[in-house]
């Protein structure tokens, strides 16, 4: 009988505001917050509604990577972290390079964002 994998939500909860709190830091003053202001067109975020709903991005995102390695009856952790490399640069990968080929997105920004 094939062992069924089920997805772990605690892991899920954990990983999104895991995931949240590094976005954080990614974008504070004290890593590429700086980088990210200067070659964004436009002014900053409005922080007071982007806080509520950043974290909800996070656990998204973090359920739906659950869902595939469940469903793709991923064992391994070496498995799992390949779909996700893979995944990345299919989606936000490919997304930044025809930011920075079609849209004269500054590959600098490019390359800070996450």
Same mark, same amino acid.
């Given at each position: ?14 990983? @999104?505001?895991? #995931? $949240?709190? /590094?976005?954080?830091?990614? %974008?504070?003053?004290?890593? $590429? @917050? @700086?980088?990210?202001? =200067? %070659?964004?067109? +436009?002014?900053?975020?409005?922080? !007071?509604?982007?806080?509520? $709903? #950043? ?8 359920? &739906? ?5 469940? =469903? ?5 952790? +070496? ?5 996700? $490399? /893979? ?5 936000? +990968?490919? +997304?930044?390079? @025809?930011?920075?080929?079609? !849209? ?5 920004? #490019?390359? &800070?964002?996450?």
């Amino acid at each position: 009988m094939e062992k069924s994998i089920r997805i772990n939500y605690r892991a899920v909860v954990t990983t @999104g505001l895991v #995931a $949240f709190i /590094l976005s954080i830091a990614w %974008y504070s003053p004290a890593l $590429f @917050g @700086g980088l990210w202001l =200067r %070659y964004r067109n +436009g002014p900053p975020p409005a922080s !007071d509604w982007t806080l509520t $709903f #950043a974290p909800l991005r996070e656990l998204i995102a973090s359920y &739906v990577v659950a869902l595939l390695i469940t =469903r793709l009856s991923l064992m391994s952790s +070496g498995s799992a972290v390949k779909i996700i $490399f /893979l995944l990345w640069i299919a989606f936000h +990968g490919i +997304g930044m390079a @025809g930011a920075v080929i079609w !849209d004269n997105m500054p590959w600098q920004l #490019a390359v &800070v964002r996450r």
